[in-house]
T-cell receptor, first 110, second 114 residues
Framework: LAKTTQPISMDSYEGQEVNITCSHN???????ITWYQQFPSQGPRFIIQ???TKVTNEVASLFIPADRKSSTLSLPRVSLSDTAVYYC???????????FGKGTTLSVSS | NAGVMQNPRHLVRRRGQEARLRCSPM?????VYWYRQLPEEGLKFMVY????????ESGMPKERFSAEFPKEGPSILRIQQVVRGDSAAYFC????????????FGPGTRLLVL
């Protein structure tokens, strides 16, 4: 499974757009890119998943360049409740275990 | 449609006792994963099960830990003779047979060993 690298922490203010970039230089052809959000004392919550180009849902957007060696999670107009740890993972469709890094701790202030 | 359910949410055990953690996957999901999270760390994979089968237990400690996912009922993670180092949050995730790339997590069980 490809290793991912993402910033340890980020700070933002309410109403701003937040972009968290993840590097995955060794991503394999069959790998998907998935982002999870985790609040303290809760399980990771699936946010978004993509394979290439751009994916958007009601929560976030995921931008993936053509070479797929990185991806950017975009959170529009963050609020205090978006303060959480965000994990970027890559994996294939074989259903194997997910490998979590330390994630990015996003702190949103008023 | 209920999500992944885990119980108990909190469990306190004394050293040497047994801990049994339960996980009910989402409706229609036949694949279950167990992960452990120590304070200030990311989740670490422990074991992957299908109904009545252990598919991958490469992350499971060789002693005292066992897991099962019977044909009927929840998946069980069992820790025998707990030690203080077993104190952690244990998360269960499930996925659909066809959607192999997406796992959905439960709220976790927080185990505290005194």
């Amino acid at each position: 499974l490809a290793k991912t690298t993402q910033p340890i922490s980020m700070d933002s203010y309410e109403g701003q757009e937040v972009n968290i970039t993840c590097s995955h230089n060794n991503i394999a052809t069959n790998d998907y890119i998935t982002w999870y959000q985790q609040f303290p004392s809760q399980g990771p919550r699936f946010i978004i998943q993509g394979y290439k180009t751009k994916v958007t849902n009601e929560v976030a957007s995921l931008f993936i360049p053509a070479d797929r060696k990185s991806s950017t999670l975009s959170l529009p107009r963050v609020s205090l409740s978006d303060t959480a740890v965000y994990y970027c993972l890559v994996g294939d469709q074989a259903g194997t275990a997910l490998i979590f890094g330390k994630g990015t701790t996003l702190s949103v202030s008023s | 449609n209920a999500g992944v359910m885990q119980n108990p949410r909190h469990l306190v055990r004394r050293r040497g006792q047994e801990a049994r953690l339960r996980c009910s996957p989402m409706k229609g999901h036949s694949h279950v994963y167990w992960y452990r999270q120590l304070p200030e760390e990311g989740l670490k994979f422990m074991v992957y099960l299908q109904k009545e089968n252990i598919i991958d237990e490469s992350g499971m400690p060789k002693e005292r830990f066992s897991a099962e996912f019977p044909k009927e009922g929840p998946s069980i993670l069992r820790i025998q003779q707990v030690v203080r180092g077993d104190s952690a949050a244990y998360f269960c995730a499930s996925r659909h047979q066809q959607r192999q790339e997406t796992q959905y997590f439960g709220p976790g069980t927080r185990l505290l060993v005194l």
